[in-house]
């Protein structure tokens, strides 16, 4: 059956994304098949297992489709114990990558924001947006997210993944 939401999913004789298509068509030709997968429909993100993610924002690049999530982290106090997340200690942001929607390459974090950020002007980093765009010859990259309620910062890198630094500071 067609998978939840608005957006065409992969199923016979249905439309598709066309960089999808091609990347199952690749896949067939070098016969290759799909396992079955670990985990079962609803059972959280099918995408990324080992960090939380939340927010997606996908940009396709040369055939590669780049996932930026906020990168929400445990909130723990003196003790160690996880105490109630208030999500006013998110700075970073997360970047997976796939080819194929089915592996997925991490990237790392990108820590945007806080002391340790690209931006350390800015306290968060929610719900990342990028863009790529030629500039004089040279592909720039740019990361947007929200600093919570305080404006939107924009990051800058020469790749999809980073590093990205803060033009402005």
């Keep these: 059956p067609p998978g939840p939401g608005p957006g065409p999913a992969r199923t016979q004789g249905t439309q598709s994304w066309p960089f999808l298509e091609a990347a199952l068509q690749r896949r067939e030709s070098a016969g290759m098949t799909l396992r079955q ?3 079962k429909q609803g059972e959280h993100n099918p995408v990324m297992t080992q960090r939380f993610g939340a927010d997606p924002y996908a940009l396709v690049y040369e055939g590669r489709v780049y996932l930026y999530m906020t990168g929400d982290t445990f909130i ?3 003790n160690g ?14 970047v997976i990558s796939s080819e194929d929607l089915v592996n997925w390459t991490d990237h790392g974090t990108v820590y945007a924001a806080g002391a340790n950020g690209a931006a350390p002007w800015g306290k968060n980093s929610w719900a990342p947006a990028a863009a790529c765009k030629e500039i004089d010859g040279v592909m720039k990259f740019f990361l947007y997210f929200a600093n919570g309620g305080n404006g939107i910062a924009v ?9 990205f630094t803060d033009r402005l500071g």
Excluded: C, F, H, W
């Design 37 to 39: 997968g670990y985990k």
């Design 155 to 163: 990051l800058e890198a020469d790749s999809p993944t980073g590093p």
């Design 76 to 78: 723990r106090d003196e």
């Design 81 to 94: 114990e996880v105490m109630e997340n208030v999500y006013s200690q998110i700075d970073r942001i997360n």
